[in-house]
């Protein structure tokens, strides 16, 4: 892909003064990018060999900010060149992976991509990396100020509160279980465990 087809295609999801440098990285490491639909339980993800060609394959959803789109895309680049390097899956978020992770996001606010107001969110992030961009609870409310529609998460509702899904299922929130809430579904009375970061709707 050159720099004008991918420019065309990821300027819509990432911030323009990124895509020359994350250009850069997937020439280095060749890697299919796709962009996908919503989904609950990941932002995006990274697959060695998801192509019938051998070639690798990055998506990531496509309903993010900008800002949010370009740390998962650095997430899973970094999960690209250590797999490339170590030829293994085995401690993905190992001390491997943060190093790769923390090279690249140092790339990017050296290029001043991201605004002045979350740089010191991302320097508190490059120094403690997580394993999922969603477990950082400071850099995950610094990026959503960058959401285009304000929405109700988890987080935000008291314990004991009726929420209901986007599938329309309804819940009771219970429990914090590190990032995610024991709720229990109102019409099964099943438990299921669920991000704290999730859109809901307060009942």
Known sequence: MTENQFVSKLSNYMPMAACAIAHKWVTEYPVNIKISKPRKTKLGDFRPKALGNGHAQISVNGDLNPY?????????????????????LKEPHGDSWKIEYQHLLAELLTAEVFPSE??????????????????????????RRYDSESHITLNDI??????????????????????????????????????????????
């Open 68 to 88: 949010s789109f370009l740390i998962t895309f650095t997430h899973e680049i970094a999960h690209l060149i250590d797999f490339t390097k170590r030829k293994s």
């Open 118 to 143: 979350i740089r010191p969110d991302i320097i508190n992030h490059i120094n403690r990396p997580k394993a999922a961009s969603c477990s950082d609870q400071r850099l995950l409310k610094a990026l």
């Open 158 to 203: 008291p314990f004991g509160a009726a929420f209901s899904t986007s599938s329309n299922r309804k819940f009771i929130k219970g429990e914090l279980r590190r990032t995610r809430y024991r709720c229990e579904e109102v019409s099964t009375g099943r438990f299921y465990l669920i991000h704290g970061e999730s859109k809901i709707d307060l009942i």
